[in-house]
């Protein structure tokens, strides 16, 4: 589970006035008490009012319920656009995190902004466009758990080639999703279609080294447009 994810979870299950053990919510979320201390921590620096300590247990304090979610007309506008987005343009599991991520937020909005949301005339509609690429969920995966990535890919010329590459960041245009990676092969950073992605392969993590990192391909990338369009 991921961290975030985890935290939600975690705040999840110390609602209500029931006092409980660490160790009962380590075995709940699957993680070990060290890890639990240190989301608990992670939740206070976050203004979650937790009240406990070790060997006695935790909840949320008597006045402990979330704040209110409150966000302006606008920013609803924004979030509501955004999910149907994803959900049209993004991978199935994408898409139904988009789909799940609105209904929490709808869950916790005031009736009066809870209307607000489901209401906004803004869409994202699909029309004649092909499906997400086949790959696109393995890369996605893959470039947010920093894992390698081995690639079955054709070229706009038809040409087919293996590539192991670590992958950074994916880009949306509109009509086609790029992958930025670092190209084992090319020794270099690379954008390659997904769309044009044969097969995908999702491996260990690679190391964090200067030089391949995220920031590294956005410069690179950065100084190569500048010197094309000076």
């Not at 639990?36 to 935790?58: E, H, K, N």
């Not at 924004?78 to 609105?102: E, I």
């Not at 004649?128 to 706009?156: K, N």
């Not at 392969?201 to 030089?211: K, R, Y």
């Amino acid at each position: 589970m991921a961290r975030n994810d985890r935290l939600f979870a975690l705040t999840a299950l110390l609602r209500g006035h029931r006092v409980r053990t660490a160790e009962d919510l380590a075995s709940a979320l699957g993680v070990s008490p060290r890890t639990l201390y240190r989301d608990i921590a992670a939740l206070r620096a976050m203004g979650i009012p937790v009240d406990g300590a070790p060997g006695v247990g935790y909840r949320l304090a008597a006045e402990g319920e979330l704040p209110a979610v409150a966000f302006t007309g606008a920013e609803l506008a924004a979030l509501a656009l955004g999910a149907r987005m994803v959900a049209t343009w993004g991978d199935p599991a994408l898409a139904a995190a988009a789909k799940s991520a609105v209904a929490r937020i709808e869950a916790a909005l005031p009736a009066a902004l809870r209307s607000v949301l489901l209401g906004v005339p803004l869409y994202a509609p699909k029309w004649r466009e092909p499906d997400p690429p086949a790959a696109l969920g393995t890369v996605r995966e893959a470039t947010m758990g920093g894992l390698w990535l081995t690639l079955a890919y054709r070229d706009l010329q038809g040409r087919t080639s293996e590539r192991r590459v670590r992958p950074l960041s994916l880009h949306f245009w509109g009509r086609v999703w790029t992958l930025g990676a670092w190209c084992e092969l090319r020794q270099d950073f690379r954008a390659f279609r997904v769309d044009l992605i044969e097969a995908a392969t999702a491996g260990d993590p690679f190391p964090d080294e200067p030089g391949r990192r995220r920031e590294d391909l956005f410069h690179h990338f950065q100084s190569r447009s500048a010197s094309e369009h000076p």
